[in-house]
């Protein structure tokens, strides 16, 4: 059974930080591409980066300089860096997973409040 489990939300101030993880079990975690997605109330969820097998990265531009994905594949486990919060960057982040075009495995979502 796959299963990818977010912790580490929370609540910080703009301009703040935070860091979510991302636990794998029931996959193949070293060949599968993992991303992260956010969705804000009342809108679609969107992309927020992803990070290959072999380490590359992409960001949405919204996030790019801002926020850091990374992986440990030791530890079955990615991460996400978030830096320099924004308000707007309120929303549930959400994990997935992916061995082809689109993810097919997500996790359950951690809350993130920005307040300004």
């Known amino acids: 059974q796959v299963q990818l489990v977010e912790s580490g939300g929370g609540s910080a101030q703009a301009g703040g930080s935070l860091r979510l993880s991302c636990a794998a079990s029931g996959i193949a975690f070293s060949v599968f591409t993992m991303g992260w997605y956010r969705q804000a109330p009342g809108k679609q969820r969107e992309w927020v980066t992803s990070i290959t097998s072999g380490g590359d990265t992409d960001y949405a531009d919204t996030v790019k300089g801002r926020f850091i994905i990374s992986r440990d594949n030791t530890k079955r486990t990615v991460f996400l860096q978030m830096n320099s919060l924004k308000p707007e960057d309120t929303a549930v982040y959400y994990c997935?997973?992916?061995?082809?075009?689109?993810?097919?495995?997500w996790g359950q979502g951690t809350q993130v409040t920005v307040s300004s």
């Open positions: 997935a997973a992916r061995r082809r075009l689109t993810f097919e495995f």
